[in-house]
């Protein structure tokens, strides 16, 4: 396999065309589409820091507030069931393309990610996402953005699942005068591809519509300031991409929180 997704550099395509479909208002799409049919170009500011035991988190749900910013935590964790996807030639890969389906038991969200950069991990990269029914084949997808980027990069080529994350999330919502500026997600979990499994716990802080860069860097910078944060500079999907590549034989060294998925333990 080629590199990973974020060290790729890419490769020439021809520019995308998207049909009339794609720009259809959201009240003419299928009932079961209507609660968040598809999202348009967006650049995603998220930043990922790595957490090496519960302490953080614990702290993180008994805080109601964190500078000017009140913080207010969702009850229920979030069971997620994440699947990526490529061509057998590897075609989103070598592009700088990621595709994700989630599913979140009574929905599932199709999102194609762009090339993302990374800095002390913060990363910025497009994105785009549509919620889908039970077909994973993009053919089958609503109307939308996602859905013609998509076809566009597969140029008719199947897709097959590659890699899964299992993830447990707890939503906290960072509020500036009753406005949500940013989602902190408390993150747990198993990434799992090529027989090998890694676990993980992370922090993550996606800044909303409502917020501003301000908001996000003095955000981070009094998390940083309180909680023993690492920052994490490799995406979920490249440390998928990178078991991949140890499975297939291409590095030698394995972590130590690196197992074989049927090893039982």
């Not at 299928?30 to 953080?56: G, H, N």
């Not at 076809?151 to 999330?169: C, F, K, M, V, W």
Request: charged share 30%; aromatic share 6%; net charge negative.
């Amino acid at each position: 396999m080629s590199a990973l997704v974020d060290d790729v550099p890419p490769k020439r395509t021809p520019p995308l065309r998207l049909s009339r479909a794609t720009r259809v208002s959201c009240a003419i799409l299928p009932a079961q589409y209507s609660q968040k049919p598809f999202r348009t170009t967006v650049m995603e500011l998220e930043a990922k820091f790595r957490v090496d035991d519960d302490q953080p988190f614990d702290e993180l749900r008994a805080l109601t507030a964190l500078g000017p910013f009140r913080l207010v935590l969702e009850p229920t964790p979030e069971d997620q069931r994440n699947t990526y996807f490529d061509t057998a030639d590897d075609r989103l890969r070598t592009q700088r393309y990621g595709l994700r389906i989630r599913d979140l038991g009574d929905r599932r969200i199709a999102t194609l990610k762009g090339a993302s950069s990374a800095r002390e991990g913060v990363y910025e990269r497009d994105e785009w996402e549509v919620v889908i029914g039970d077909d994973d084949r993009p053919a089958a997808w609503p109307p939308s953005e996602a859905r013609e980027r998509v076809l566009a990069l597969l140029d008719g080529a199947p897709l097959q699942p590659i890699l899964t994350i299992r993830t447990t999330r707890q939503h906290i919502y960072a509020l500036r005068d009753d406005t949500r500026i940013a989602e902190l997600s408390l993150d747990a979990g198993t990434i799992s591809a090529g027989g090998l499994t890694e676990a993980f716990r992370e922090l993550e802080i996606e800044l909303l519509a409502d917020g501003t860069r301000a908001d996000f860097d003095a955000l981070i910078a009094l998390l940083r300031e309180r909680l023993p944060l690492v920052a994490e500079d490799r995406s979920k999907l490249a440390r998928g991409l990178a078991l991949l590549d140890r499975a297939a034989g291409h590095y030698s060294d394995s972590p130590s929180d690196v197992k074989h998925a049927d090893d039982g333990r």
